[in-house]
RNA sequence: GCCGGUGUAGCUCAGACUGGCUAGAGCGAAUCCUUCGUAAGGAUUAGGUCGAGGAUUCAAAUUCCUCCACCGGCUCCA
């Protein structure tokens, strides 16, 4: 047998029998730590603390204080719901039951269940909690495990691939509960404190929607009722700042039944969104972007070249038809029409990077299902630009365009995670051209010292790409800013620049979008900023309230003066009382508000109000202006001047 | 697209399971009164072919079918 070193977190390593179990070692550590293994991570993975060590590893022990506890906790929470679930519906078929970042769900079949069933199962889970019983792992032979299973075709699944190699094989037990499961469990249902049934949904068996679809539920669980009651609050916010709530809420957007996926923009929206136009028409211009304008309709064989007609029109996401015998489409994508521009004429080397930028409106197919407020629509308006270079200027304009990405986004306030996409299976070109497109992204993040993860496979078919994606108000992950290199379309349409040796060379193509889309942007920061749009963006940025409907003029003469400087500002002119004038304000989260009364109007001053409730009485109009213009020059996030 | 759920006034929601007076409320809107000093003043009025179409019935917001849209997932993507 031997032994086995086994690395702990301090870096200290240990040397013990092969085949000791992972509380065997906690043991070793010391006595008080072994009583309290709840379980292991063994190189990165979650294991029972029975675990037998049979090579050398790294080795973390798991306690009620670790933060995996809380996975170990919640997987026991999905054998609770299971228990309670069978107990009501004796013919409901287990398949999985994982935990996940913020609880767990299980896929169930052979049951129909509504929202009023989940509180009967959370009230049977309860009681099961409340019994708390023993969980304890249970060793059978593959043969007996296949019985237990004889009509459940999903565990057999199970029980030949990922336990393909298991004999005896895992088994959890609770009560006269079991469940095929490799663990790590708690030692006794008691330990769950608070316990939910969150939403009923569906997924297919493995992902694969090809597959038969399965009932899902999502629950969660905590070692404490009060922490589930936070969890719970945190959601119910979260719900709150929904920006298709806040889009009706605010006036800012409609997407109405007669044109789904595609957003209808109100003034207030619009106001946003024109704040957002110029303000990355003017980075772009920066970057040295120069603007273009391409149209939607186009005859569909622009598209076969490219390879975008194949990726699109066969998987149904293209709209196109015919029209006197010819195919049109509306363009799912503008680096077709941006190719030709480059292409119109002979290129030197000297004129590269040739970059054209565009506001273009692509529309594509999406599934009805996939559909969602300003987040996933049908019709969107990219902040596109597309620029050729020389392979020698590939990396310089990726790092070029990265670092905009990035101060763009640190003026909103606005965290990203940033993901590389590589190589999949719907991919056009040869290797050599995708690995060299992929460093070149690749050593671009990592000279920007940015962090990034690894998305393998999920690239576009033209290309590598460097995704900025942003979280969503329900947890949600979106793509929003992105950097391509494509190799693919120069080589398809065959564009060329002149070089100093007066020979052809090929250029290579550079896909990018800052915020992505106005649509998903306005929709990420509408959640990000809960409906308090910074001053600059702010759709009305000073509301002026008269105490009277004698103070009208005076408030008119002000809003005059504000507006001479490109403010939007809006007079509160109804007969409210100014208590009910400035609850109707900070609901709609004017950043200032400035409250007129004969005092001020006597003494030429303002009230300034600002939507965190501060105030200040007598202030100079001629006071107040210059750092408002310098609040929304600099984009400052929160209102400023009452500091 | 798939599974499940939802759709009643501009907004938020009662009424539906168990079919039966003229489908209600609050907010918002209009009009009038009030002209108010830092988070909801009062009264009156208007506003709905109950998502659409079909079926059952003496009678349908309510039961059934088809479709549309939305919501949560799944799958797919900026």
């Given amino acids: 047998m031997g032994d086995v070193v086994v690395t702990l977190p301090d870096g200290s390593e240990l040397e013990v029998e092969r085949g000791s179990t992972v509380e065997d070692v906690a043991h070793e550590i010391g006595p008080g730590l072994g009583r309290d293994t709840v379980a292991g991570v063994v190189d990165g993975d979650l294991v029972d603390a029975v675990t037998p060590l049979t090579e050398d590893c790294r080795l973390e022990i798991v306690t009620e204080d670790s933060d995996e506890y809380l996975s170990v906790l919640r997987h026991s929470a999905a054998h609770v719901f299971a228990q309670a679930l069978q107990r009501r519906y004796p013919e409901a078929k287990l398949t999985i039951g994982p935990w996940t970042d913020d609880g767990f769900y299980y896929d169930i079949t052979g049951v129909d269940l509504d929202e009023a069933d989940l509180e009967a199962i959370e009230a049977e889970a309860e009681e099961i909690i409340a019994a708390d019983y023993d969980i304890e792992r249970e060793l059978v032979d593959r043969e007996a495990a296949f019985e237990r299973y004889a009509d459940n075709p999903f565990k057999r699944d199970i029980l030949e691939t990922e336990a393909a190699d298991e004999d005896p094989v895992s088994f959890y037990r609770q009560d006269g509960f079991y469940d095929l499961c490799q663990g790590p469990h708690v030692e006794s249902t008691g330990e769950i404190g608070g316990f939910a049934l969150l939403e009923i949904s569906a997924a297919y068996w493995r992902g694969d929607e090809d597959n038969e679809s399965l009932t899902r539920v999502y629950g969660t669980a905590f070692p404490t009722g009060a922490e589930l009651e936070e969890y719970l609050e945190q959601r119910r916010q979260a719900k709150e700042r929904d920006h298709r709530r806040l889009g009706r809420e605010l006036d800012l957007f409609s997407v109405p039944d007669y044109s789904p996926g595609c957003v209808h923009f109100h003034p207030n929206g619009m106001a946003i969104r024109r704040e957002l136009e110029e303000y990355i028409r003017t980075q772009n211009e920066q970057l040295g972007y120069e603007e273009v304008w391409t149209p939607e309709l186009n005859k569909a064989e622009l598209w076969k070249p490219t390879g975008h007609y194949d990726a699109f029109k066969q998987e149904g996401e293209m709209f196109a038809w015919e029209q006197d015998e010819t195919e049109y489409g509306l363009k799912p994508m503008n680096c077709a029409n941006h190719a030709h521009l480059y292409d119109r004429e002979t290129r030197s080397y000297r004129d590269l990077p040739v970059r054209f930028s565009e506001f273009g409106t692509c529309y594509r197919n999406e599934q009805s299902g996939e559909l969602s407020g300003l987040l996933r629509v049908r019709g969107f308006t990219q902040d596109d630009g597309h620029a050729l270079v020389r392979p020698d200027q590939l990396r310089d304009e990726i790092v070029r365009v990265l670092r905009a990405i990035e101060d763009i986004y640190a003026n909103f306030d606005l965290d990203v995670e940033y993901v590389l996409e590589t190589k999949g299976d719907n991919a056009v070109g040869s290797d050599e051209i995708w690995e060299t497109a992929t460093d070149a992204l690749r050593s671009a993040l990592e000279s920007e010292g940015l962090s990034y993860s690894i998305d393998a496979g999920e690239a576009a078919f033209y290309g590598p790409k460097i995704g900025a994606n942003a979280i969503d108000a329900l947890g949600r992950e979106w793509t929003i800013g ?162």
């Fill in 482 to 643: 992105t950097v391509q290199t494509d190799f693919n379309i120069p080589e398809r349409l065959d564009l060329t620049y002149v070089g100093e040796d007066n020979e052809e060379h090929r250029p290579v193509m550079i896909h990018r979008a800052l915020l992505g889309t106005f649509e998903r942007f306005m929709g990420v920061i509408t959640e990000h900023f809960n409906g308090k749009f910074p001053l600059w963006l702010a759709p009305e940025q000073v509301r002026i309230l008269p105490i009277s409907d004698d103070n009208l003029g005076y408030a008119h003469r002000v809003k005059n003066d504000l507006e001479a400087d490109g403010f939007r500002v809006g007079v509160e002119d109804r007969s409210w009382t100014i208590g009910k004038k400035i609850q109707a304000t900070h609901e709609d989260r004017v950043p200032y508000m400035l409250i007129l009364g004969d005092d001020e109007e006597s003494a030429g001053t303002i009230s300034v109000r600002d939507r965190k409730e501060r105030e200040r009485n007598g202030v100079d109009p001629e006071t107040f202006r210059p750092p408002l213009r310098e609040e929304r020059a600099e984009k400052r996030t929160e209102p400023d001047f009452l500091d």
